[in-house]
């Protein structure tokens, strides 16, 4: 998922060789919902005047107040979305023109709309119906608009690069929806948490709504532990009931994280094939790859009887797993898919931009520690275009990439967004499905790490 940013830069000293990230982190202790999520904003420091403002903008009846509640002695702030109750059934192009005519900024609009977008596919999937046919009900009321556009905003104006998240809890028991009485979590939640590490609960409600979920899955990159930061702030949104057992509050810790050697989760799908063409072969792996794989790759086996075959691995952040799946069984023969859960170490990396003699070449800046000099490494295609259109070798164009880094002439990129994310809107948290450091699947053929919890 790409990076959410509002006004604040990221922090970055060239000289040490060293870049502060800012971090927002999601404990979900007692799940998420959208109000939760406008309640933890503000908590946070966000403006809720500007929140506020930019709801008012879309010319629905209904408003947010943010007040300061206990839940279970703790305090925390809630935000009551006072909305009329309605009968309406939007479409999702519905719902797209109300945001865009709206005040708000083109990233939170993007923000906004993939968020319900990400709604929209779980509801569709839940009802075996098109996207465009899919009548939004409790997540296309008025409330449920406040809540996503209210948090669009909010993320944005957090300004942080990358969201995380804690394992998330859905609770237990029973929920009355439009459509009857269903068990938790919702189907619509359910979807939306695939890929995502759950968390158990014993508590008897819905802890994590339809709307919270989607917020997760549009913005939030890595799921785990609080990573090692600074914290600079924390935010505290309270849910609507106050719970005997727990605090029924969604914290969100900011802070800033000095990026060196990291550990994340990916997930590793293999299947072998005893009848693919070597252009199959191809032909699948640019469709994973173009669906935010992070790495493939093929191996020459040997399987029953002698016979010559490939076996075809993905790597792929956990959450898109199921999507990856789903390329592999419509797109070949294969009649299995193993699945298996690695631990890798990353190097931090962030795309630039250096200023050649030949124009602009694009490449990666990576680094092994705090104190590491940053070293660049230039986009093979941009060098390429670049030797043909000057009528040059490719090793003059990349030795001048590497001396134009080398003598400080190069910038980061404006849009730093992971790779592995092309068209997601921002974010996303990374949106996206998103997410890494950027471009970081460059890089991932070589550092696939330790694997464990094989299963098949």
Same mark, same amino acid.
């Given at each position: 998922?790409?990076?959410?940013?509002?006004?604040?830069?990221?922090?970055?000293?060239?000289?040490?060789?060293?870049?502060?990230?800012?971090?927002?982190?999601?404990?979900?202790?007692?799940?998420?919902?959208?109000?939760?999520?406008?309640?933890?904003?503000?908590?946070?420091?966000?403006?809720?005047?500007?929140?506020?403002?930019?709801?008012?903008?879309?010319?629905?009846?209904?408003?947010?107040?943010?007040?300061?509640?206990?839940?279970?002695?703790?305090?925390?702030?809630?935000?009551?979305?006072?909305?009329?109750?309605?009968?309406?059934?939007?479409?999702?192009?519905?719902?797209?023109?109300?945001?865009?005519?709206?005040?708000?900024?083109?990233?939170?609009?993007?923000?906004?709309?993939?968020?319900?977008?990400?709604?929209?596919?779980?509801?569709?999937?839940?009802?075996?119906?098109?996207?465009?046919?899919?009548?939004?009900?409790?997540?296309?009321?008025?409330?449920?608009?406040?809540?996503?556009?209210?948090?669009?905003?909010? #993320?944005?104006?957090?300004?942080?690069?990358?969201?995380?998240?804690?394992?998330?809890?859905?609770?237990?028991?029973?929920?009355?929806?439009?459509?009857?009485?269903?068990?938790?979590?919702?189907?619509?939640?359910?979807?939306?948490?695939?890929?995502?590490? #759950?968390?158990?609960?014993?508590?008897?409600?819905?802890?994590?709504?339809?709307?919270?979920?989607?917020?997760?899955?549009?913005?939030?990159?890595?799921?785990?532990?609080?990573?090692?930061?600074?914290?600079?702030?924390?935010?505290?949104?309270?849910?609507?009931?106050?719970?005997?057992?727990?605090?029924?509050?969604?914290?969100?810790?900011?802070?800033?994280?000095?990026?060196?050697?990291?550990?994340?989760?990916?997930? %590793?799908?293999?299947?072998?094939?005893?009848?693919?063409?070597?252009?199959?072969?191809?032909?699948?792996?640019?469709?994973?790859?173009?669906?935010?794989?992070?790495?493939?790759?093929?191996?020459?086996?040997?399987?029953?009887?002698?016979?010559?075959?490939?076996?075809?691995? %993905?790597?792929?952040?956990?959450?898109?797993?199921?999507?990856?799946?789903?390329?592999?069984?419509?797109?070949?023969?294969?009649?299995? %898919?193993?699945?298996?859960?690695?631990?890798?170490?990353?190097?931090?990396?962030?795309?630039?931009?250096?200023?050649?003699?030949?124009?602009?070449?694009?490449?990666?800046?990576?680094?092994?520690?705090?104190?590491?000099?940053?070293?660049?490494?230039?986009?093979?295609?941009?060098?390429?275009?670049?030797?043909?259109?000057?009528?040059?070798?490719?090793?003059?164009?990349?030795?001048?990439?590497?001396?134009?880094?080398?003598?400080?002439?190069?910038?980061?990129?404006?849009?730093?967004?992971?790779?592995?994310?092309?068209?997601?809107?921002?974010?996303?948290?990374?949106?996206?499905?998103?997410?890494?450091?950027?471009?970081?699947?460059?890089?991932?053929?070589?550092?696939?790490?330790?694997?464990?919890?094989?299963?098949?």
């Amino acid at each position: 998922m790409e990076s959410i940013r509002g006004e604040t830069p990221v922090q970055d000293t060239q000289e040490s060789g060293h870049t502060t990230m800012r971090v927002a982190y999601f404990d979900c202790a007692s799940g998420i919902s959208g109000d939760m999520t406008l309640g933890a904003l503000v908590d946070a420091g966000v403006s809720g005047e500007a929140i506020s403002k930019a709801i008012a903008s879309l010319g629905l009846a209904g408003g947010v107040k943010f007040e300061t509640v206990k839940r279970c002695g703790m305090r925390a702030t809630y935000a009551h979305v006072d909305a009329p109750h309605e009968h309406v059934h939007r479409h999702l192009h519905h719902i797209d023109a109300i945001i865009d005519r709206s005040i708000l900024t083109d990233r939170q609009k993007a923000l906004a709309k993939s968020i319900f977008r990400k709604l929209g596919e779980a509801e569709a999937d839940s009802h075996g119906v098109p996207i465009e046919k899919v009548h939004f009900h409790e997540v296309g009321a008025i409330d449920s608009i406040i809540d996503i556009v209210g948090a669009a905003v909010g #993320l944005d104006l957090l300004g942080v690069d990358e969201v995380l998240a804690s394992p998330v809890p859905t609770g237990t028991g029973f929920i009355q929806v439009a459509h009857g009485r269903m068990s938790v979590p919702a189907p619509a939640t359910a979807f939306l948490l695939k890929g995502v590490p #759950l968390a158990a609960s014993v508590v008897e409600m819905e802890l994590t709504t339809p709307t919270g979920a989607a917020i997760l899955a549009t913005t939030v990159s890595r799921f785990g532990p609080l990573p090692a930061m600074t914290i600079t702030q924390i935010g505290t949104g309270a849910g609507t009931k106050d719970l005997k057992s727990q605090p029924n509050v969604l914290r969100l810790i900011v802070g800033d994280l000095v990026e060196s050697r990291v550990t994340d989760q990916v997930t %590793v799908l293999e299947t072998n094939l005893d009848d693919a063409t070597g252009e199959l072969i191809g032909h699948v792996s640019g469709l994973l790859l173009g669906a935010g794989a992070l790495d493939v790759y093929s191996t020459p086996i040997y399987m029953k009887k002698g016979r010559p075959a490939v076996m075809l691995s %993905v790597i792929c952040d956990p959450i898109r797993a199921h999507q990856m799946e789903s390329i592999l069984f419509n797109e070949t023969e294969t009649l299995g %898919v193993r699945h298996s859960h690695w631990s890798r170490s990353i190097l931090p990396r962030r795309a630039a931009i250096v200023r050649t003699e030949f124009g602009p070449i694009a490449g990666k800046a990576f680094w092994r520690s705090e104190t590491d000099t940053k070293r660049f490494s230039p986009e093979h295609d941009a060098c390429a275009d670049a030797a043909k259109s000057h009528g040059v070798t490719l090793r003059t164009v990349l030795e001048a990439a590497r001396h134009a880094w080398k003598s400080g002439d190069w910038q980061w990129t404006e849009s730093d967004k992971p790779a592995d994310q092309p068209d997601q809107a921002a974010p996303s948290a990374h949106t996206n499905d998103q997410t890494h450091s950027p471009d970081q699947h460059r890089h991932s053929g070589h550092d696939h790490g330790q694997g464990h919890h094989h299963h098949h």
